[in-house]
């Protein structure tokens, strides 16, 4: 009976999990609906996957397919604010997060206190 309960638990864990990650791509438009976070203090001065050195002041983001370089505008779902960062790392490794930002670029478009956000990503330019 309890391997029961928790099959079905894991069943809509799963559904819920796949309903907030969304993808749409039209012609010249690629979105991307999904949970966010910021890099911990600990990476500062740390090499990205692209070489450069991470800043928390710079607005920058890791992205696990996006080409490095890549512009993307981040928008908050909550607070409706949005910023523009550069993809210059690869991430994030928490499974249900889609981008995880600078400490600067999170703090644009929300407080620091929440440690995790729904963001909708655009591509701007490659």
């Known amino acids: 009976m309890n391997r029961i309960v928790l099959l079905l ?16 791509e039209e012609p010249d438009r690629l ?10 203090d600990r990476f500062t001065g740390r090499k990205t996957a692209s070489g450069e050195i991470y800043q928390p002041y ?4 890791a992205h ?12 908050c779902q909550e607070s409706q ?6 993809i210059n790392d ?3 490794f ?3 997060r889609i981008i995880d930002l600078s ?14 956000i729904t963001v909708e990503v655009e591509v701007v330019e490659e």
């Open 81 to 86: 604010k949005s910023v523009v960062v550069k």
């Open 58 to 61: 710079l607005l920058t983001a």
């Open 103 to 116: 400490k600067s670029a999170f703090q644009a478009i929300n407080t620091l206190n929440k440690g995790e």
């Open 90 to 92: 690869r991430g994030p």
């Open 31 to 40: 979105v991307e609906i999904g949970k966010a976070s910021f890099y911990a």
């Open 94 to 96: 928490i499974r249900h």
């Open 64 to 75: 696990k397919t996006l080409p490095f370089g890549t512009q993307v505008k981040v928008t």
């Open 9 to 24: 638990m894991l069943m809509v864990f799963t559904a819920t999990l796949a309903n907030q990650i969304k993808q749409t």
